[in-house]
């Protein structure tokens, strides 16, 4: 069993930056490939940014290339998502997820293990 914490959400200006880290329980990590989603309320959960157990490969959604930065520190077993120039259309609660098999990094659906989510909310 994984368990995940999501931490670094808040409350931040359009422009602004943020940087969400998602810290995992399980000592092995490293075998795991990590990915970010968001979802609003009343809406479908959407694929922000992924990366593989490595950090060799990773992958965005074309809402957030360029201004989002996924990484990992297998060392601290943790998985990050640096957010730059936030948009207010980038409120939502961010969330977490693992896989030890991964074979569609963009869909939530590949991925076994969850975080509880943290919100993140941009104010125009």
């Known amino acids: 069993q994984v368990e995940l914490v999501e931490s670094g959400g808040g409350l931040v200006q359009a422009g602004d930056s943020l940087r969400l880290s998602c810290a995992a329980s399980v000592g092995i990590f490293s075998s795991y490939h990590g990915g970010w989603f968001r979802q609003v309320s009343g809406k479908d959960r959407e694929f922000v940014a992924a990366?593989?157990?490595?950090?060799?490969?990773?992958y965005y959604s074309d809402s957030v290339k360029g201004r989002f930065t996924i990484s990992r520190d297998n060392g601290k077993n943790t998985v990050y998502l640096q957010m730059l120039s936030l948009k207010p259309e980038d409120t939502a609660v961010y969330y977490c997820?693992?896989?030890?098999?991964?074979?569609?990094?963009?869909?939530?659906?590949?991925?076994?293990?969850w975080g509880q989510g943290t919100q993140v909310t941009v104010s125009s």
């Open positions: 990366i593989s157990s490595s950090g060799d490969l990773t």
């Open positions: 997820a693992a896989d030890f098999h991964w074979t569609r990094p963009r869909d939530g659906g590949d991925y076994d293990y």
